[in-house]
């Protein structure tokens, strides 16, 4: 540097710029101290060459401390991580490999079941933006105006405000509900439609009986929505992170992340080979990308929000604070109706027919005793009909599911009276399964019952053994669920009894359900 002043004082006595000379009387002053300043350069080479192995001796954490404290340094006049004003819109457009078009339908799919409203686009105003003081929410009356039961479906409707009481018209705003029994402990999450003009629909399961209250939360409002949506878009590297790079007693920082942009400064690439995730880090100054030694979380990025766009984010405004009810936040539940109303038929005890009907679902429940031998009271001739005949007048159908239980009243008959009463049924069957394939066709198994020495002659459970073993032989392989009675009554703590316990009839018809809705899927 001396050496160009040198020059221009040349030049300035033949007239150039007197400031010049200024310059040069001042690097003729610093000349003098020359060799003061080599001595000391040359002496901190020597220290350094005498030492270097003491500090190669230095564990990664010291000499990593130590040039942390120069990189700190530097930062103290550096932005901290990437710049607060650089938006982060296109180098994130492609992370890791291209997607196959499978995985392109895939990820569409995906996108768009989380797919969220957005607000209109205009000047945010916080007079303007859902206010969880001023909305509300009410509890729908049962259907029909009936009381609330188990299995029932409670809604509650919502109704978003503006903080200047206004009623908004779009939708996107974040809501929570909660159905809960602080007596009894429980809760259950409610389902939120957004119906996209302010309104929102909150749906429970009425899963049990008592008092419960409904809780409707505003967790964001919909303008906050959109800046979130933003900020997961354009700034992905408000979370950032680092490296150390570190070859003997030389180390450096840089700042890493899923996604760099590329313009800034070179860029090592840590994508990995085998599932293509993407990793980059920017290039050390002086080390190699193959230098670096760790992984560590940088920092937050701060100031990102505007100031209008600051007072969307209010911790007891508009964060998490609750909606209260325009009347009552709770209802009572009573015990579930039975499935099904039974209708009047003034048929005889026992024999019946009997026939059941819910509407609500659809569902219609015929009784009907099979042909003789009938051990019940006095039954009209009319209403003799064998089960095979009955079959035979069956549409059938994916619709329709037939139960049959025949057995206990041939206990008294040889053997083959019950083989070729079977044998009509099981024909019937396979007429039916044939003229309509997804009819569900259901055969109980006999059951253990109490025997003293009077009933044994009649009803022993060896004569229903002998029975039960014939009607598995008669139908299996066809396409019927067998309920097994025999072993849930041979199983079960409960004693012996003609008639089954509620408990194991109960079990009984949960094991029909069960196949019947699993068939009902898949078809």
């Given amino acids: 540097m001396c050496d160009t002043i040198v ?21 003729r002053s610093l000349s003098k101290y020359a060799p003061v300043f080599l001595v000391l350069a040359l002496s901190g080479l020597i220290f350094l060459i005498r030492n270097i192995h003491t500090l190669e001796r230095l564990n990664c954490q010291t000499v990593s401390t130590f040039y942390n404290l120069q990189n700190s340094l530097h930062s103290a006049f550096t932005p901290e991580g990437p710049s607060s004003l650089y938006r982060n819109q296109t180098y994130c457009a492609h992370l890791g490999q291209e997607p196959s078009p499978d995985e392109l339908l895939e990820e569409h799919y995906l996108l768009d079941s989380i797919s969220w409203p957005e607000p209109p686009a205009r000047p945010i105003s916080l007079s303007r933006t859902s ?63 957004d119906h996209r003009n302010g309104f929102y629909s909150a749906l429970f399961p009425l899963l049990w009986e008592g008092t419960s209250r409904v809780e409707v939360t505003l967790v964001h409002p919909s303008e906050a929505v959109a800046v ?30 899923l996604c760099l942009p590329a313009g800034q400064q070179p860029l090592c690439n840590y994508t990995d080979q085998r599932t293509g995730e993407p ?27 505007t100031n209008k766009e600051a007072l969307l984010f209010q911790s007891g405004v508009n964060i998490k604070v609750a909606i209260h009810a325009s009347g009552s936040n709770s209802i009572t539940v009573l015990p579930e109706e039975k499935e099904l109303k039974e209708f009047n038929l003034h048929s005889p005890k026992n024999v019946g027919p009997y026939l059941a009907v819910d509407s609500t679902h659809n569902i219609m429940l015929q009784y009907r005793c099979h042909g ?93 053994l002998q029975l039960d073993g014939v009607l598995r032989a008669m139908f299996k392989g066809l396409d019927v669920l067998l309920v097994d009675a025999w072993e849930m009554t041979a199983a079960h703590h409960l004693p012996h009894a003609l008639h089954p316990s509620p408990t194991i009839v109960k079990n009984m018809i949960d094991t029909m359900l069960t196949h019947i809705c699993s068939q009902k899927k898949k078809s």
Wanted: proline share 6%; with cysteine; glycine share 8%.
């Fill in 372 to 464: 003789p031998p009938i051990r019940f009271s006095t039954v009209a001739s009319s209403e003799m009909r064998y089960v095979a005949n009955e079959l035979d007048g069956l549409s059938g159908g994916p619709d329709t599911v037939v139960v049959l239980s025949v057995w206990a009243h041939f206990s008294t008959f040889p053997v083959e009276v019950y083989i070729r009463r079977l044998r009509h049924i099981r024909r019937a069957v396979l007429r039916l399964l044939d003229r309509a394939p997804g009819t569900k066709v259901v055969v109980r198994s006999a059951n253990l019952q109490a025997l003293d020495p009077e009933v044994s002659l009649y009803n022993s459970d060896w004569f229903s």
């Fill in 279 to 305: 990793w980059y880090c920017y290039k050390p100054k002086l080390l190699g990308c193959n230098t670096r030694i760790n992984h560590f979380k940088g920092g937050y990025q701060k100031h990102l929000l």
């Fill in 228 to 257: 979130l949506r933003r900020l997961r878009e354009e700034r992905p590297d408000r979370v950032f992170f680092k490296s150390l790079f570190r070859s003997g007693f030389l180390s450096e920082t840089t700042v890493c992340n």
């Fill in 131 to 193: 206010d969880p003081a001023h909305s509300l929410f009410a509890i729908l009356p049962a259907e029909g105006g009936k009381e609330w039961r188990v299995g029932d479906q409670l809604e509650a409707l919502v109704q978003i405000h503006d903080f200047q009481g206004r009623p908004k018209h779009h939708g996107g705003d974040f809501l929570l509900a909660r159905l809960h029994s602080p007596e009894l402990g429980a809760g259950v999450a409610g389902q939120v439609l």
């Fill in 7 to 27: 020059m221009v004082t040349a030049e300035n006595e033949m007239g150039l710029d007197p400031g010049k000379a200024r310059g040069s009387n001042m690097c």
